[in-house]
């Protein structure tokens, strides 16, 4: 398994940016899909983004198509989510997932992050 570390959450007003990582350990991060997943306070955690192991495709859930792209550079063993036009709606725990097999679906992703937490104040 790979070991995940996020970091870039904060707090921000509703139109504005944030900007996660994702540092990976080890030597097999480009063998991995990554994904982007969040959890708001009394729900479920729920799909964000996903990113094949070469970065060649990607796939979104439909609340943050046009807002959101994730990205991920291989030599420095990293995933990306650039968020643009926040939504308090966006508010959560954002977790960083690998995987080997690219997909919308949290079953998938055998190695987690920690989380970072995301605020959008209205």
Not at 89 to 105: I, L, M, P, Q
């Amino acid at each position: 398994q790979v070991q995940l570390v996020e970091s870039g959450g904060g707090l921000v007003q509703a139109g504005g940016s944030l900007r996660l990582s994702c540092a990976a350990s080890g030597r097999t991060f480009s063998s991995y899909a990554m994904g982007w997943f969040r959890q708001a306070p009394g729900k479920e955690r729920e799909f964000v983004a996903a990113i094949n192991y070469s970065g060649s495709s990607t796939i979104y859930t439909d609340s943050v198509k046009g807002r959101f792209t994730i990205s991920r550079d291989n030599a420095k063993n990293t995933v990306y989510l650039q968020m643009n036009s926040l939504k308090p709606e966006d508010t959560g725990v954002y977790y960083c997932a690998a995987g080997n097999t690219w997909s919308a679906k949290s079953s998938t992703f055998n190695s987690w992050g920690q989380g970072t937490q995301v605020t959008v104040s209205s």
